[in-house]
């Protein structure tokens, strides 16, 4: 069982559409990233947190959108996608950024 | 810029074997280095580290892990191998302790299948 937690487990969405990804970690961790992952492929980094401030953008289309409402949570804002954002979005958490991470199972993204 | 290398993209292996999984880093000074699993569905999970001291490093699960500098290598090891270590294997390394949780640059990845 993994302490990070994300919802959904799953998620359709056309193009219009707009969705939001959600993690939680209860670890008192204070960074927190996102990374998408395609079939057959490793993570990519997407987002860094820290503190609740985003320190590290690998320069991600703005129809993503990361929100940090706090210590516990990050969102993922889904706007406009393309297919080829198809993808298992992974969020994971650490003490801080020097500290190894922890992962959450991901949302397995589908965009029709 | 730092890199990784798995050679094998599969391995086969049957129950009750070893197993080795290589992985060569490219980085000009000592990298921190990780091992993670990620198993069909699930998340990737940290098997173990290595950031320094002792060159062969133990993990969860069984795994254990040595560090050689003058190869530049990372490799997994498991003594004896069960269904259940059937997943996808990733090699990970950071540039820094600072950045360890920052800029994970991760392998491509070897699948490990499990023969009954």
């Known amino acids: 069982d993994t302490e990070v937690t994300q919802t959904p487990k799953h998620l359709v969405m056309g193009m219009t559409n707009k969705k939001s990804l959600k993690c939680e970690q209860h670890m008192g961790h204070r960074a927190m990233y996102w990374y998408k992952q395609k079939a057959k492929k490793p993570p990519e980094l997407m987002f860094v947190?820290?503190?609740?401030?985003?320190?590290i953008n690998e320069s991600v289309p703005s129809r993503f959108s990361p929100e940090c409402p706090n210590s516990s949570l990050l969102n993922l804002h889904l706007h406009a996608l393309q297919p080829e954002d198809s993808a298992l979005y992974l969020c994971?958490?650490?003490?801080?950024?020097?500290?190894?991470?922890?992962f959450g199972d991901g949302t397995r993204l589908s965009i029709l | 810029a730092q890199s990784v290398t798995q050679p094998d993209i599969h391995i086969t292996v049957s129950e009750g074997a070893s197993l080795e999984l290589r992985c060569n880093y490219s980085y000009g000074a000592t990298p921190y280095l990780f091992w993670y699993v990620q198993s069909p569905g699930q998340g990737l999970q940290l098997l173990l580290k290595y950031f320094s001291g002792d060159t062969l490093v133990q993990g969860i699960k069984g795994f254990e892990a040595e560090f050689k500098r003058s190869q530049s290598s990372f490799n997994l090891r498991k003594p004896s191998v069960h269904w259940s270590d059937a997943a996808e294997y990733f090699c990970a390394v950071a540039p820094s302790l600072e950045a360890a949780g920052n800029k994970l640059t991760f392998g491509g990845g070897t699948r490990v299948l499990v023969k009954p």
């Open positions: 947190y820290s503190y609740e401030k985003l320190s």
């Open positions: 994971a958490s650490s003490q801080d950024t020097s500290q190894p991470q922890h």
